[in-house]
Each structure stands twice: as structure tokens, then as C-alpha cells.
């Protein structure tokens, strides 16, 4: 090649990678108080395919460490996670759920079958203790979900009971007798769940109707004050919480609950978890991104019904359904989990910390095997999704408080469709660090974020999840192919703040 075809072709590279290099101003207001409750990072662990049997809970046999049958190579990398709250028995199966089965001697225990999830016996052998025994070790705060479907109130308040009482009563000497002599104090406290649906396919007239009889009989025992979470809407249901919003009152309830899946494509046919290109990239972005009209649209409505924000909008259930992997029991609903699915966790977190004003609890499905999972098992295995890796890098946010962020993104374009490249939120915590997260879901092209900081944050440092590829997984054979690394694209100038954000991308930089 002759130095002038060398230059021109130096030139058309140039111009080639100025095209795909895209700048976004970025301001920070540091003026908020609205503070991201911790409970926004909360999960959920449904008795459901794998995720307390085979998951939580092994078989005594099975060659790891344990507490009671109780996994600990899974709580103990959950733990570093700090989760805040974790949501038992169910989704669907906590309306089929009676709680006196799962209590006491585990050898006399009835077996049922778990007619939601598979037709599989149940043994009960993990019930009520032994979930609050696996809180206690994740060190997070329980929220038991009761039965509306096929319980009594009679059932509910008796659970409440065994649970929170701590005077004399025969409730009360049960919990003893089966090793807790204190109270547990749960306070989160569903009434039903998907009642519309799984849940006895209620109308909301009906179902609000009965949330005032059975909250009625959930006592706030001394020294527990119950925090009451209605059934709320699927999706886009607006109907429903208009209605449950009008008929039950602020001061009956602490919540409502919203659920929303990323379906790439339909319900019937979600589409493979690991085959699948940019149509199932980009659809699955699109749709994650679509719950913040759920959130704007469910919170005018609660806002009329509760102008003080004071009802919670909790949204219990949330993440990316698949298809099963295959050769797996389709109703156990086990799904391997890429990097695509972990900026999904990434960019419906940024929305939740925006909108933290209303929503004050959320709560991944699910968190061991079972759906948008942050850990998977097989046998003696274990790894950590790249999901797993989005919640840790997060978890600066919790109780921190909300920094509202300012700026035009790019488009990231597929097809005759586009969706905002660029979603982000940022914190600063009671010691003043101040923890933002960007992600940049365009596939192909790099983004650099310019903003100005405080002058007082001095420093900045940071992690990124990324890979080669959107598909990319871990696997019990190459358990570390997607994970955290240092991020080096970010440089602070005095005040200016620079960030070169790769192509599908998750980063978090910390700035003090
Ligand atoms: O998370 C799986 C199921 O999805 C839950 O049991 C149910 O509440 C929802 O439909």
C-alpha cells in the first residue's frame, strides 16, 4: 500500500470510529432526599422447581457444608449481596400453602403434592422455621406471603401468632417446643397473591373486599408492626389498582404489589435463554424497559388514592422468563441466565432507584434455579449468574440517598424500532461516596458520558460487567466467563467526570 492509500485509509477509519463514538452530557442534581429504600434489592424464593428443594434445602446426602440441610456455599455468596428481605412461599404456591404442615417433628409431616409446580410431592420438610432459620443466616428480613386462595382467616391469624406472639399461648409454646423461644417478628406480610390469577382469578372488587377480612384478623403483636402488602395488579392491570385503591384504605395497607416478566416474545413462546440474536436482545431490552410505564401509569393512579406516597408500590415479582433449559422439567422453570439478562437486572434497577419516591420494595424472581436466578446449582455445583454480579455491583444504593441525573441518551436503533442506549441512577451515602450506574445497552457501540461532579469528590474508581458477547453465560464447566472487573474507562478531571461505557455494558463507579 503507497503512503497516500495508507493516510486515506488511516482517514476513513477515523471518520468510521468518530460516527460510532457518541458523547452524552450528563448533570447531576444534588439536591434530592429521596432516599432508595433497601427493600427495592430484595428477592424471592417461590417452594417451586428447584429453588428451596435441591436448592436452599439438600438432601443430607449431598456433599457440601451445611446448617441443618440448609446449602451453605449458596447463602454464604448470597450474603455478601447484603439482600434485605426475602419473599416465602410463593408466587402461586403460597395460595395453596397451609403452614401448619410444614412445623414440627419433620418425620410426621404431611406429603403433598405441589399441584402449582409440577405435580411433585412436596415432604414439607423445609416449612416456617426453617425459613426464618435461613434468613437469619442470609441476614435478611423475611416477607411471608399468606394464603387467600384456599386459606381461612382463621389460618392467617393463627400463623401470625406462631410467628409474633410472645405471651402465653398454645400457638405461642409451639414455636418453643420447636426451638424458637423468641418471637420471630415478621413484619412484611402479603395478603394472597396474583389473586386476579393463581390466586383464586378474583375481580378486584371481590378481592378487595376480602383483603379488608383477612387483614382484619392479621394482628400487629406487641412489638411487630405489621407492614400489610395487598395483591396488585398484573402488568398493565390498571383497573385493579384503581379498584383495591379505592376500596381499601391508605391506613389499611403498607403496600401493593405490581408484577411484570421481560417476555422477548410471547408467553407461549418466551424464547431460548442462550439461542438467540439481536431480535432477542433488542426485544428483550424494549420490554424490560416498558415497566416504567407501568410504574408511571400505576403511580397517577395510586397518587390520587394516596397523594402522600404513603401506600408502597412493591414489586414483588420481576425479571426475565424464558424458556426452560431444555431437558429440564418445563414447569420447574429453571433458565440459564446471560449478560443480556444482567443488564436487564441493571437497567429495571436504575428505574426502580428513580422512582424510589413510590416503589419501596422489589423483589428478583427468582434467587436460587429458578428464573432470572442468581444462583444456579447441579449436585455439588454451584455458580454465580451474571445477574448476581449486577446485584452486587448495586447494593451501594441501598438506603442511600437518590441523586437525580439529567441527560439526552443516544438512540440505540434495531429494525424500523429504537430504545434509549444509555439508562443510569445515582446515590450518595451517609458517609458521602457517591455510587453511580450506567449502562449503555447499545450492542456496537462505545458511549462517553461527560458530567461535572461536586467539587468535593476527589476520586473515582469503578466495576464493569461485560463480555464478548450478549449470550455469553456461566457454566458449571466455565463458572467464571462473565464477572466483575475493574473498569479503567473513567478519569476525573477536577471537577469533570469522563466515562468510555463499551458496548453492552453495566458499570458502577464509585466517587469520593
Ligand atoms: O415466579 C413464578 C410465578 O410467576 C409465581 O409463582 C407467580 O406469582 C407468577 O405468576
Not at 428447584?50 to 455468596?77: E, H, M, P, T
Request: with cysteine.
Amino acid at each position: 500500500m503507497n503512503i497516500k492509500r495508507l493516510f486515506a485509509f488511516a482517514a476513513f477509519i477515523l471518520t468510521i470510529k468518530a460516527l460510532s463514538a457518541q458523547q452524552v452530557q450528563m448533570t447531576m442534581t444534588d439536591t434530592s432526599h429521596q432516599v432508595i429504600s433497601k427493600y427495592i434489592y430484595g428477592h424471592f424464593a417461590e417452594d417451586l422447581g428447584r429453588c428451596i428443594y435441591g436448592g436452599f434445602w439438600v438432601d443430607s446426602n449431598l456433599d457440601v457444608a451445611k446448617n441443618d440441610r440448609l446449602r451453605l456455599d449458596v447463602i454464604d455468596a448470597l450474603k455478601k449481596l447484603h439482600i434485605p428481605v426475602l419473599r416465602w412461599p410463593g408466587g402461586c404456591f403460597a395460595d395453596q400453602y397451609h403452614w401448619e404442615d410444614g412445623i414440627g417433628d419433620r418425620s410426621k409431616r404431611p406429603v403433598r403434592v405441589n399441584t402449582t409446580w409440577g405435580m411433585v410431592p412436596d415432604d414439607n420438610s423445609f416449612g416456617t422455621d426453617e425459613f426464618l432459620k435461613l434468613c437469619k443466616l442470609l441476614g435478611t428480613e423475611p416477607y411471608i406471603a399468606g394464603n387467600v386462595g384456599t386459606g381461612t382467616p382463621k389460618e392467617m391469624e393463627d400463623w401470625l401468632e406462631y410467628l409474633n406472639y410472645n405471651g402465653e399461648s398454645t400457638l405461642a409454646d409451639m414455636r418453643r417446643k420447636n426451638g424458637h423461644d423468641a418471637p420471630y417478628n415478621v413484619s412484611f406480610w402479603g395478603v394472597g397473591n396474583e389473586s386476579w390469577g393463581c390466586g383464586g382469578n378474583m375481580t378486584p372488587e371481590y378481592y378487595s373486599d376480602l383483603y379488608k377480612r383477612y387483614s382484619e384478623f392479621c394482628k400487629d403483636y406487641p412489638g411487630t408492626k405489621l407492614k400489610k402488602i395487598a395483591s396488585g395488579a398484573n402488568s398493565d392491570d390498571y383497573h385493579w389498582t384503581e379498584v383495591c385503591m379505592k376500596n381499601i384504605p391508605v391506613s389499611n395497607m403498607w403496600g401493593i404489589s405490581m408484577h411484570y416478566y421481560t417476555i422477548v416474545n410471547t408467553w407461549n413462546e418466551k424464547g431460548s435463554a442462550t439461542n438467540f440474536g439481536e431480535d432477542g436482545y433488542f426485544n428483550g431490552m424494549k420490554k424490560c424497559l416498558d415497566i416504567e410505564t407501568l410504574i408511571n401509569k400505576h403511580s397517577a393512579i395510586m397518587d390520587k388514592y394516596d397523594p402522600q406516597k404513603k401506600v408502597a408500590l412493591v414489586v414483588d415479582e420481576w425479571g426475565i422468563w424464558t424458556d426452560a433449559e431444555p431437558g429440564t422439567n418445563p414447569a420447574f422453570l429453571y433458565q440459564q441466565n446471560s449478560l443480556r439478562d444482567a443488564l436487564i437486572a441493571a437497567s429495571t434497577l436504575n428505574i426502580f432507584n428513580i422512582h424510589s419516591d413510590r416503589i419501596k420494595m422489589a423483589n428478583l424472581a427468582q434467587i436460587v434455579n429458578v428464573l432470572q436466578a442468581l444462583v444456579l446449582t447441579d449436585k455439588e455445583k454451584m455458580l454465580l449468574t451474571p445477574t448476581y454480579y449486577i446485584l452486587d455491583m448495586y447494593q451501594y444504593h441501598q438506603d442511600a440517598t437518590l441523586i437525580p441525573l439529567k441527560f439526552q441518551s443516544p438512540l440505540y436503533a434495531y429494525g424500523n424500532e429504537n430504545i434509549p442506549a444509555i439508562n443510569a441512577s445515582a446515590s450518595r451515602d451517609s458517609n458521602g461516596a457517591v455510587h453511580i450506574t450506567l449502562v449503555n445497552l447499545d450492542p456496537r457501540k462505545e458511549i462517553t458520558i461527560n458530567t461535572t461532579v461536586p467539587a468535593s469528590l476527589k476520586s473515582v474508581t469503578g466495576e464493569i460487567l461485560n463480555s464478548d458477547k450478549y449470550t455469553d453465560i456461566n457454566t458449571f464447566d466455565n463458572p467464571g466467563k462473565v464477572k466483575l472487573k475493574a473498569f479503567t474507562g473513567a478519569a476525573l478531571k477536577g471537577s469533570a467526570l469522563s466515562v468510555k461505557m463499551p458496548a453492552h455494558s453495566a458499570v458502577m463507579l464509585e466517587l469520593k
